[in-house]
């Protein structure tokens, strides 16, 4: 099945600075769905990508799907410390089936 | 948040039980997720299911069986449970858009 590697693994920054994770696959997608996990809590769905060079954006947060549609990131402008969790992508096929990446996790230093 | 319920919240188990994990639903959603959390894994698809009766197995499914026999309910089993099913498990709802249940921390010793 289609898989998705998530890079870096770990991002520690300080509040203020910018943060950007990318999510990288070696086939075609037909979508990609970021999530946040709070550190002891449950995954909360962020935004879906589904065309080609798509760019959202949601407050200081902008995502974006690759021309290609493999490869996607989300990227965190000016951090503050309520921006810590773990950020995953994951993809679904038309039947239903997820991948999800391995997560990025940030922490922010006040 | 949507209305999703897993329960137990928190189990201890010895190596070799079964046990039974409830995912509950008030949704009407048609599919439904198991998944489960090691550090360093992310999150992994055990099996989901797509409809009453409809199931599929995920990347993670040995050792692992589903039912579903309403539409609001989806039980995971572990029919022997062992110390490398100690983990975080999830439920989900949704195909396009996926809402999480709290979890369950399953122990196994």
């Known amino acids: 099945g289609q898989q998705v590697m998530q890079i870096p693994q770990y991002q520690h920054v300080q509040e203020g600075e910018d943060f950007t994770t990318y999510c990288n696959s070696s086939?075609?997608?037909?979508?990609i769905q970021w999530y946040k996990q709070r550190p002891g809590g449950h995954p909360v769905f962020l935004i879906q990508?589904?065309?080609?060079?798509e760019v959202k954006k949601q407050k200081r947060l902008t995502f974006q799907f690759g021309e290609a549609k493999k490869n996607s990131s989300l990227h965190i402008t000016a951090t503050q410390t309520t921006d810590v969790g773990t950020y995953f992508c994951?993809?679904?096929?038309?039947?239903?089936?997820?991948?999800f990446g391995d997560g990025t996790t940030l922490t922010v230093k006040p | 948040d949507a209305g999703i319920t897993q329960s137990p919240r928190h189990k201890v188990t010895e190596t070799g039980t079964p046990v039974t994990l409830r995912c509950h639903q008030t949704?009407?959603?048609?599919?439904m997720y198991w998944y489960r959390q090691d550090p360093g894994h992310g999150l992994r698809l055990i099996h989901y299911?797509?409809?009453?009766?409809?199931?599929d197995k995920g990347e993670v499914s040995d050792g692992y069986s589903v039912s579903r026999s309403k539409t609001e309910d989806f039980l995971l089993t572990l029919e022997s449970a062992t110390s490398s099913q100690t983990s975080v498990y999830f439920c989900?709802?949704?195909?396009?858009?996926?809402?999480f249940g709290p979890g369950t921390r399953l122990l196994v010793l």
């Open positions: 994951a993809l679904f096929t038309s039947a239903g089936k997820s991948t």
């Open positions: 086939t075609t997608l037909s979508n």
């Open positions: 990508l589904v065309k080609s060079g």
């Open positions: 949704e009407n959603h048609r599919y």
């Open positions: 299911s797509y409809g009453v009766k409809d199931t």
């Open positions: 989900a709802i949704g195909s396009e858009t996926q809402y």
